[in-house]
């Protein structure tokens, strides 16, 4: 079992797979599923150093993709509940006046652990328009993963400059 494991992580730091799987583990953990991506880009990281910006490029996409598909997943909710309820009692919640008051820029807090996925399905539950909230979405996920694994690596014993 320990050589299959072995195995496997070896395989996954190849340059060539371990972006494809920095890409996949970050598309799912933007959506609703409990997940993390920054331990999968900071371990292709330490592990390839020079991968560096491409990691954080390519997490970023697979992060900002996800949100977009959780944004699509509450609009399509929002549009189902009220053909099947007929009302729109719901978007008298405060937390739903607040985000459609500040519009797009709230999706800049898109990379807060816990609340950063709902809000991307909130926005598209209140129908916030997509591409800027898209765009918001990728400027605050960027700059997590930059301060995370950025943070992380050069804070450590022995990492390397870029």
């Known amino acids: 079992m320990e050589a299959w494991l072995h195995s496997l992580l070896s395989t ?3 340059p060539q797979v371990g972006l494809v799987t920095v890409f996949v583990v970050s598309l799912i953990s933007a959506t609703l599923l409990p997940m993390a991506s920054v331990p999968a880009v900071y371990g292709l990281v330490k592990l390839n150093p020079e991968l560096f910006w491409p990691a954080l490029l390519v997490a970023t996409a697979g992060n900002t993709a996800g949100g977009g598909i959780s944004y699509w997943m509450g609009y399509g909710i929002e ?3 009220e053909k099947l309820a007929g009302r729109e009692e719901a978007r008298n919640a405060r937390a739903l006046a607040w985000l459609e008051r500040f519009g797009p820029p709230a999706c800049l807090l898109s990379w807060l652990p816990f609340v950063g996925d709902p809000l991307c399905a909130v926005a598209g539950w209140l129908r916030l328009p997509f591409w800027p909230c ?3 979405m990728a400027i605050g996920k960027f700059l997590r993963y930059l301060v995370y694994v950025g943070g992380l690596y050069w804070a450590a ?3 390397l400059n870029l």
């Open 157 to 159: 014993p022995g990492a």
């Open 79 to 81: 549009r189902a509940y």
């Open 12 to 14: 996954l730091a190849v």
């Open 134 to 136: 898209l765009m918001y």
